[in-house]
Nanobody, 118 residues
Framework: QVQLAESGGGLVQAGGSLRLSCAAS????????MGWFRQAPGKEREFVAV???????DYSDSVKGRFTISRDNAKNMVNLQMNSLKPEDTAVYYC????????????WGQGTQVTVSS
């Protein structure tokens, strides 16, 4: 089992930046695909970004060009650098992990709130 803990959320003005971090414990971090998801009030949880074992990345169209996901296997951490933030980015952001041979993410953090003001 792997435990995940997000940090770095907060309140920021539109156009500003935040850096989210996710610390992992348990399991073998380098063997997991790591993702960031978010959920706004009244909406379903949505995919934001993913970084795989090979360090390849993908992003949702809504954040492409503004967000950057990265991993540091030596520190068992995954980060999400968020630039040019918009009010519609306001959500609870979740870190997630999945094993390569499974189709779904089985491990989730508690989430961290990101609020972007106009």
């Amino acid at each position: 089992q792997v435990q995940l803990a997000e940090s770095g959320g907060g309140l920021v003005q539109a156009g500003g930046s935040l850096r989210l971090s996710c610390a992992a414990s348990g399991g073998t971090f380098s063997s997991y695909t790591m993702g960031w998801f978010r959920q706004a009030p009244g909406k379903e949880r949505e995919f934001v970004a993913v970084v795989r074992r090979s360090s390849t990345t993908d992003y949702s169209d809504s954040v492409k060009g503004r967000f950057t996901i990265s991993r540091d296997n030596a520190k068992n951490m995954v980060n999400l650098q968020m630039n040019s933030l918009k009010p519609e980015d306001t959500a609870v952001y979740y870190c997630a992990a999945r094993q390569t041979y499974r189709a779904t993410y089985d491990y989730w953090g508690q989430g961290t709130q990101v609020t972007v003001s106009s």
